[in-house]
């Protein structure tokens, strides 16, 4: 999947509507497959209560994006409900070249981007159960002004329209249930081990008839 044939690694993408849970599942994700480089954004937005700069984001000035930008530091980056988001691109090819799987946590304009500079790239997107279900989590979240969230969810609208364009979609209803299917993407062999018929290896005689 997002392993490369040569023993690199390979860059999977979730992308999905704010408020879906794609930190959450990320997350989740580390503590199931071992070795994933999560790439750190860069960021014009300002942090939020217990963000903390260098973990969460880059959190930089309007200046250093430029910079950033100028000198071609970023592998993709958009602007999005107000200010900039970038994925710094040495970290994330340094990983890859190291054989390391990276986890990109970006929204769709940026996954456009990541497609065409990065084809062998996996994108995956994160639905959530239903539009009233993402509204719901995003006021429950209670990190943007009214204003704010609705311009949140407007873009959500639109980025759920691009679902069609990703190679996978994962509807993020039950956290358990989707870390299952992410990590069934991202680590095939793992995936093999529990479900060998699937995979036509280490089953027997009757498991691959069910092939
Ligand atoms: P938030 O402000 O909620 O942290 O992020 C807003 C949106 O920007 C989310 O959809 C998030 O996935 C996306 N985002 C975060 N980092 C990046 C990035 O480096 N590039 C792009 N294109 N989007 C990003």
């Known amino acids: 999947m997002g392993q490369q044939q040569d023993g690199t690694g390979g860059v999977f993408v979730l992308a999905g509507p704010s408020g879906v849970g794609k930190g959450t599942l990320v997350q989740a994700l580390l503590q199931r497959v071992p070795g994933l480089f999560v790439s750190v954004s860069a960021t014009t937005r300002s942090p939020r209560p217990g963000e903390v700069d260098g973990i969460h984001y880059h959190f930089v000035t309007d200046a250093q994006f430029d ?6 530091g970023l592998l993709e980056w958009a602007r999005y409900a107000g200010t900039r988001y970038g994925t710094p691109r040495q970290g994330v090819l340094d990983a890859v070249a190291r054989g390391r799987t990276a986890i990109l946590e970006i929204e769709v304009q940026g996954a456009r981007q990541v497609r065409s500079s990065l084809p062998g790239a996996v994108l995956v997107f994160i639905a959530p159960p239903s539009f009233e279900a993402l509204r719901e989590r995003l006021v429950a979240r209670n990190t943007e002004t009214p204003d704010r969230l609705e311009a ?23 956290l358990d249930r989707a870390v299952e299917e992410l990590v069934d993407l991202i680590s095939p062999n793992d995936a093999a081990e529990k479900h060998p018929a699937s995979f036509g290896c280490a089953g027997s005689a009757d498991d691959s008839a069910k092939v």
């Open 152 to 174: 949140r969810l407007a873009v959500a609208r639109e980025e759920m329209a691009a679902q069609g364009e990703f190679d996978h979609v994962v509807v993020n209803d039950r």
């Open 67 to 72: 910079a950033l930008v100028a000198s071609d």
